[in-house]
Nanobody
Framework: QVQLVESGGGLVQAGGSLRLSCVAS????????LGWFRQAPGKERGFVAA???????YYADSVKGRFTISRDNAKNTVYLQMNSLKPEDTAVYYC?????????????????WGQGTQVTVSS
């Protein structure tokens, strides 16, 4: 298990950008698959993006072309660059980690979670 701490959320106007960061503890960060999920009020937590230990990336259709996930193993950090933000992107964003190199869009497959960071996009 790793400990995860997100940062970078905030309030932004529609069309704007934010970059979320998630710093992990532990010496085996590079072997984990990392994901970003989000949860809006009254909705289930949903998949946003994932990056495997081999740097393959996967995105939800709703963010494809606007969001970019990346990782810096030297800094034990995963990023989510969010561009062209829309009001419907408003949610609490969580980073998560799972052991191994196989990505998954199901939250239950991820064993470690951060505390979440709020992203609010105004129209």
């Amino acid at each position: 298990q790793v400990q995860l701490v997100e940062s970078g959320g905030g309030l932004v106007q529609a069309g704007g950008s934010l970059r979320l960061s998630c710093v992990a503890s532990g010496r085996t960060f590079s072997s984990y698959t990392l994901g970003w999920f989000r949860q809006a009020p009254g909705k289930e937590r949903g998949f946003v993006a994932a990056i495997t230990s081999g740097d393959s990336t996967y995105y939800a259709d709703s963010v494809k072309g606007r969001f970019t996930i990346s990782r810096d193993n030297a800094k034990n950090t995963v990023y989510l660059q969010m561009n062209s933000l829309k009001p419907e992107d408003t949610a609490v964003y969580y980073c998560a980690a799972k052991q191994g190199s196989i990505w998954n869009s199901q939250p239950v497959k991820y064993g470690s979670w951060g505390q979440g960071t709020q992203v609010t996009v105004s129209s």
